[in-house]
């Protein structure tokens, strides 16, 4: 009974020391980040609903440190590399849905632009490998 | 173990492997307020986003928080979790995402949920589950608001330490049909929520308290004048009462900490000199005098602080005239339009609340958690609601209104009196601000400490760069409608909150007195702060 209890407090140690590592937590090999509206090539007329899709993993709010879970981030007009060490960052270009949404409503202004994903864990970090969506480009009327 | 089930269950003789499996279950009970009112609405419409919210949103949260969904009715579900805790996360995961939902609709065709969840033994057949327990969650749900969740004791007890919520008792109900009155709470899905209910049930016992007090004392200065000389007590006590009703007479020995000033001070002087009409005006004219002072000068932390809250460090505040300034710009459409605004009279932070000010609150355990870091370093990965709980300990420890500044305070103190692009001119200037690409600080080092940079005219450090910062206004895309008054834009959605000032990982471009970025109301990220303001 005893050791029983050890063990089992071991194992909740080791899950505990692993939840608090904040970089680099690996996503489930067959999760997919999509999205669901808009695809590859639309164009689309003034603002318009943006809505995430995320397969084999959930959605929670950021800072719940659930396994196999984090929240949206949209990237706008991104062009340079995600440092997967760094938190990702909150600015203009990228969006932040740390609330668990799943889909926004987006504003641009006419032309045409790139949309990507990103799955950020409970500290905003992206997963290790960063778990990403296809970049796709839009065109606004 | 099976003939205890059996005898709960009431079926005698059946063998335990009998077709009606008895289980402990979480039960979630949910439907649509005003179903009804809303189908006579719109039918089709509302059938369509009802079975659509099911599809997208209830169907999901169940299977994601490994629950079950047992059935749906035209305006609701119930729901089987083997985790109470899974079960109330799933139940606020559909309440919140709803709440983004309807804000982009007119109130009257929101579509909001009602929510009950208990604990209990529960008859489980494919299509249905039957037992006192579902009942318990159906009545739950009932009682509950639109838009809540309600819990039951027995859930309650389960979760109390596992989920980070704010739960409030509303004690035993007696729900229909069940013999039993049960216990109920709200859950709150925000902790600062709940620290604001409490709070104003605390300012009510306080008031109370001190109200009975004053009366006792009122009841015994009168006896005590009224009494031993008939003529003189009268005379003496219209000098008497004015004291009373200020928050003064700090030499009075004070029992209780908190709420001692009004009442029992007058007391004792009077008391000690009852004959003597003539000196009694002049002590009561001079605390009067000396209340008025501190009035034009808001920012002397001198005469109030000294009478209560003994230890608590306030943060060095600058004092403002106020004035009338253009706040936005034209660089970014959230700027536009530019537009006259008028700032009453108020102090701010000198520089942004430090990793020590903060640390003061968390071990008075009014917040959410103690920060690691330098003394020196602003504090940052608070929410909007980390920096309002701040901000009502340090206002309730101090007895000072310290709040949050509006947005368009901060943006006039950021200007600090110019209206360029940023407030040494419109060139960006090395060294002046803590931007990304702006200084050499190494990586390593940040957030550098609070006031390293050089000071706007107004003397305030750190407005713009730094840390991102926090102000009470809602988020809105741009100042369309935006109050002129100096007040913060408090109205419409309030999901997600205005930071200003950019950060050390921002460029220059969010140094910019007029930028603005907003974040979600309840979710911490790594380089947002904030600074406190006090009303006069």
């Given at each position: 009974?005893?050791?029983?209890?050890?063990?089992l407090?071991?194992?909740?140690?080791?899950l505990?020391s692993n939840?608090a590592?904040?970089?680099?937590?690996?996503?489930?090999?067959?999760a997919?980040l999509?999205?669901?509206?808009?695809?590859n090539?639309?164009?689309?007329k003034?603002?318009?609903?943006?809505?995430?899709?995320?397969r084999?993993m959930?959605?929670?709010h950021?800072?719940d440190?659930?396994?196999?879970s984090?929240?949206?981030?949209l990237l706008v007009?991104v062009n340079?590399?995600?440092?997967?060490?760094?938190?990702i960052?909150?600015?203009?270009?990228h969006?932040?849905?740390?609330?668990g949404?799943?889909?926004?409503?987006?504003?641009?202004?006419?032309?045409?632009?790139t949309?990507?994903?990103v799955?950020?864990?409970?500290?905003?970090?992206?997963?290790?490998?960063p778990?990403?969506s296809?970049k796709?480009?839009?065109?606004?009327k | 173990m099976g003939?205890?089930?059996?005898?709960?269950?009431?079926?005698?003789g059946?063998?335990p492997?009998?077709?009606?499996?008895?289980?402990l279950?979480?039960?979630?009970?949910g439907?649509?307020?005003?179903?009804?009112?809303?189908?006579?609405l719109d039918?089709?419409?509302?059938?369509?986003?009802?079975?659509?919210?099911?599809r997208?949103?209830v169907?999901p949260?169940?299977a994601?928080?490994?629950g079950r969904?047992v059935?749906?009715?035209g305006?609701?579900f119930?729901a089987i979790?083997?985790?109470?805790?899974?079960a109330v996360r799933c139940s606020?995961?559909?309440?919140?995402n709803?709440?983004?939902?309807?804000?982009?609709?007119?109130?009257h065709?929101?579509?909001?949920?009602?929510?009950?969840v208990?604990?209990?033994?529960v008859?489980?057949e494919?299509d249905?589950?039957?037992g006192?327990?579902?009942?318990v969650?159906?009545?739950?749900?009932?009682i509950?608001?639109?838009?809540?969740?309600?819990?039951?004791?027995?859930i309650y007890?389960?979760?109390?330490?596992k989920?980070v919520?704010?739960?409030?008792?509303?004690?035993?109900?007696k729900?229909?049909n069940?013999?039993d009155?049960v216990?109920?709470?709200?859950?709150?899905p925000?902790?600062a929520a709940?620290?604001?209910?409490?709070k104003r049930?605390?300012?009510?016992?306080?008031?109370?308290?001190?109200v009975?007090?004053l009366?006792?004392?009122g009841g015994a200065l009168?006896?005590?004048?009224?009494?031993?000389?008939g003529?003189?007590?009268?005379?003496?006590?219209?000098?008497?009462?004015?004291?009373?009703?200020?928050?003064?007479?700090?030499t009075?020995?004070?029992?209780?900490?908190?709420?001692?000033?009004?009442?029992?001070p007058?007391?004792?002087?009077?008391?000690?000199?009852?004959?003597?009409?003539?000196?009694?005006?002049?002590?009561?004219?001079?605390p009067?005098?000396k209340?008025?002072?501190?009035?034009?000068?808001?920012?002397?932390?001198?005469?109030?602080?000294?009478?209560?809250?003994?230890?608590?460090?306030e943060?060095e505040?600058?004092?403002?005239?106020?004035?009338?300034f253009?706040?936005?710009?034209?660089?970014?459409?959230?700027?536009?339009?530019?537009?006259?605004?008028?700032i009453k009279p108020?102090a701010i932070?000198?520089?942004?609340?430090?990793?020590?000010?903060?640390n003061?609150c968390?071990?008075?355990k009014?917040?959410?958690f103690t920060?690691t870091?330098k003394?020196?370093?602003?504090?940052?990965?608070?929410?909007?609601?980390d920096?309002?709980?701040?901000?009502?300990?340090?206002?309730e420890?101090?007895?000072r209104p310290?709040?949050?500044?509006s947005?368009?305070?901060?943006?006039?103190?950021?200007r600090g009196?110019?209206q360029?692009?940023?407030?040494?001119?419109?060139q960006?200037q090395?060294g002046m601000?803590?931007?990304?690409?702006?200084?050499?600080?190494a990586?390593?080092?940040q957030?550098?400490?609070?006031?390293?940079?050089?000071?706007?005219?107004?003397?305030?450090?750190d407005?713009?760069?730094g840390?991102?910062?926090?102000?009470?206004?809602?988020w809105?895309?741009?100042?369309?409608?935006a109050?002129?008054d100096?007040s913060?834009w408090?109205t419409?959605?309030?999901t997600?909150h205005?930071?200003?000032?950019?950060?050390?990982k921002?460029?220059?471009?969010?140094?910019?007195?007029a930028?603005?970025?907003?974040?979600d109301t309840n979710?911490?990220?790594?380089t947002?702060?904030?600074?406190v303001a006090?009303s006069?």
């Amino acid at each position: 009974m005893k050791i029983a209890r050890l063990a089992l407090l071991s194992v909740a140690l080791v899950l505990l020391s692993n939840s608090a590592d904040a970089q680099g937590k690996p996503a489930p090999k067959d999760a997919v980040l999509y999205f669901v509206w808009p695809q590859n090539g639309t164009t689309i007329k003034g603002a318009f609903w943006c809505r995430f899709g995320l397969r084999n993993m959930g959605v929670t709010h950021a800072g719940d440190n659930f396994k196999n879970s984090g929240h949206h981030h949209l990237l706008v007009n991104v062009n340079e590399p995600l440092n997967p060490k760094e938190p990702i960052p909150s600015d203009k270009s990228h969006l932040h849905f740390g609330a668990g949404q799943t889909e926004a409503r987006i504003e641009l202004p006419p032309g045409k632009h790139t949309l990507q994903l990103v799955l950020g864990d409970a500290d905003h970090y992206p997963f290790d490998p960063p778990l990403v969506s296809e970049k796709i480009s839009v065109r606004i009327k | 173990m099976g003939e205890i089930r059996d005898f709960k269950s009431g079926k005698h003789g059946e063998p335990p492997s009998g077709a009606t499996p008895r289980r402990l279950a979480a039960i979630v009970a949910g439907d649509i307020a005003g179903y009804s009112r809303l189908m006579e609405l719109d039918e089709e419409g509302t059938h369509g986003r009802v079975k659509r919210i099911e599809r997208d949103l209830v169907e999901p949260s169940i299977a994601e928080h490994h629950g079950r969904l047992v059935k749906t009715t035209g305006d609701g579900f119930i729901a089987i979790f083997d985790s109470p805790v899974e079960a109330v996360r799933c139940s606020i995961v559909i309440q919140q995402n709803l709440v983004g939902r309807n804000a982009s609709l007119p109130k009257h065709s929101w579509i909001e949920y009602r929510i009950g969840v208990n604990l209990g033994d529960v008859i489980i057949e494919t299509d249905d589950v039957y037992g006192d327990g579902v009942n318990v969650a159906a009545r739950l749900e009932g009682i509950a608001d639109p838009g809540q969740v309600y819990i039951s004791g027995g859930i309650y007890e389960q979760i109390k330490h596992k989920l980070v919520c704010g739960y409030e008792s509303l004690g035993d109900r007696k729900v229909k049909n069940i013999t039993d009155p049960v216990r109920v709470y709200r859950v709150l899905p925000d902790p600062a929520a709940f620290h604001r209910n409490r709070k104003r049930r605390e300012n009510i016992l306080i008031f109370l308290l001190s109200v009975t007090l004053l009366v006792i004392a009122g009841g015994a200065l009168w006896y005590m004048l009224l009494q031993p000389r008939g003529k003189v007590g009268d005379q003496a006590s219209a000098p008497i009462s004015p004291p009373t009703e200020l928050p003064k007479a700090p030499t009075a020995p004070a029992p209780a900490a908190k709420q001692a000033a009004p009442q029992p001070p007058p007391v004792p002087p009077s008391s000690a000199q009852p004959t003597a009409p003539q000196p009694q005006p002049i002590p009561s004219v001079a605390p009067a005098a000396k209340q008025a002072a501190p009035l034009p000068q808001p920012a002397s932390p001198a005469a109030p602080t000294t009478q209560s809250a003994p230890s608590v460090r306030e943060p060095e505040m600058s004092a403002l005239r106020g004035g009338s300034f253009a706040m936005g710009s034209n660089e970014d459409i959230s700027e536009k339009p530019v537009h006259q605004v008028t700032i009453k009279p108020f102090a701010i932070g000198k520089f942004p609340i430090t990793v020590r000010e903060w640390n003061e609150c968390a071990a008075a355990k009014a917040c959410g958690f103690t920060a690691t870091g330098k003394d020196d370093a602003p504090i940052t990965n608070v929410s909007w609601s980390d920096a309002k709980q701040y901000t009502a300990w340090l206002a309730e420890a101090t007895r000072r209104p310290y709040r949050l500044p509006s947005e368009a305070e901060w943006e006039y103190a950021a200007r600090g009196g110019t209206q360029t692009k940023y407030w040494w001119g419109d060139q960006l200037q090395p060294g002046m601000a803590n931007c990304k690409n702006c200084t050499d600080v190494a990586a390593a080092d940040q957030p550098v400490k609070v006031g390293s940079f050089k000071s706007n005219p107004f003397g305030l450090y750190d407005m713009g760069g730094g840390v991102d910062q926090w102000v009470e206004d809602c988020w809105h895309k741009n100042y369309q409608g935006a109050p002129v008054d100096g007040s913060p834009w408090v109205t419409g959605d309030c999901t997600s909150h205005v930071v200003r000032s950019g950060s050390w990982k921002n460029d220059a471009r969010y140094v910019r007195p007029a930028n603005r970025d907003s974040y979600d109301t309840n979710v911490r990220y790594p380089t947002h702060g904030f600074r406190v303001a006090l009303s006069p």
